[in-house]
Nanobody
Framework: QVQLVESGGGLVQPGGSLRLACAASGSGSGTYPMSWYRQAPGKQREQVAFITSNGRTNYIDSVKGRFTISRDGAKNTMYLQMNSLQPEDTAVYYC?????????WGQGTQVTVSS
């Protein structure tokens, strides 16, 4: 089993930065692929970025050059550094972990970008 807890969301002005964190725990956790998703008001949930067990990453086009996903293997924690934030980045951000059993989701953290 896996438990995921997101943190680091908040309110920022356009052009600002935030760093999200996702702490994974439980007997089913480990160095497995993890992802960040987001769901904006009135829009479908979308995958923002993912990171593999060996640190390879990928991003959707809309965040390339602005967001950076990383992980700390010793702490079993994943991060999303978000720079140059824009109003269209406003969403609830979720972390996920996929192991041999299932894909697990956290409860989400709100990111609001507004002047």
């Amino acid at each position: 089993q896996v438990q995921l807890v997101e943190s680091g969301g908040g309110l920022v002005q356009p052009g600002g930065s935030l760093r999200l964190a996702c702490a994974a725990s439980g007997s089913g956790s480990g160095t497995y692929p993890m992802s960040w998703y987001r769901q904006a008001p009135g829009k479908q949930r979308e995958q923002v970025a993912f990171i593999t067990s060996n640190g390879r990453t990928n991003y959707i086009d809309s965040v390339k050059g602005r967001f950076t996903i990383s992980r700390d293997g010793a702490k079993n924690t994943m991060y999303l550094q978000m720079n140059s934030l824009q109003p269209e980045d406003t969403a609830v951000y979720y972390c996920t972990l996929r192991n041999r059993i299932d894909e697990y989701w956290g409860q989400g953290t709100q990111v609001t970008v507004s002047s």
